[in-house]
């Protein structure tokens, strides 16, 4: 199913919907402020699994992240220390992964061996109301094919075509960019940049 809606005038009782379709272990589609992602309820390890499946690999030693709407439940999903926290407030929400290291209520099968998560919030009213209305975060990772020439599909209509069979919802809310999050190592005691992306990281 593809769902269309309008940054301008978005009506939000699709929110509940797509909730409704998170919460009982449906995968969707959806835009961010970088590229399209796929994702799934962090509490339904079946879904989780599915995506895995996806995108051929395995769920325990994959590099999933969660999408928050805020900083404000950090805590109950990472460690952070006071430091982090400052530089993760002034770069939020925007365009960045932060590794950060997991707590224990990162459910098992999403936690990787390394025992870190990625943590996102969005600078995209589409996943941030999608994780308000769903009441916890949502796993996340991006659409790409690396055997393409161009890495990210940024139309939603040839992400629909490629994999509406293989998700439960996709939603359309326009064109995607075709460059990723910056993602950021926060686990040594100097923020390492890994992958430049869109967001240009405030120290």
Known sequence: MLLKLYPDNPNYREFRKIADVLKDGGIIIYPTDTVYAIGCDIN?????????NIKGINADQANFSLICSSLSNLSEYAKVDNTTFKMMKKNLPGAFTFILQASNNVPKLFKSKKKTVGIRVPDHYIPLSIVEELGNPILTTSIHDPDEVIEYTTDPELIHEK???QVDLIIDGGFGKN???TIVDCTTNSFEIIRPGIGELKL
Not at 44 to 52: C, F, G, L, S
């Open 44 to 52: 339904n390890n079946k879904a989780i699994q599915k995506i895995a």
């Open 163 to 165: 994999y509406h069979k």
């Open 179 to 181: 460059t990723a999050s």
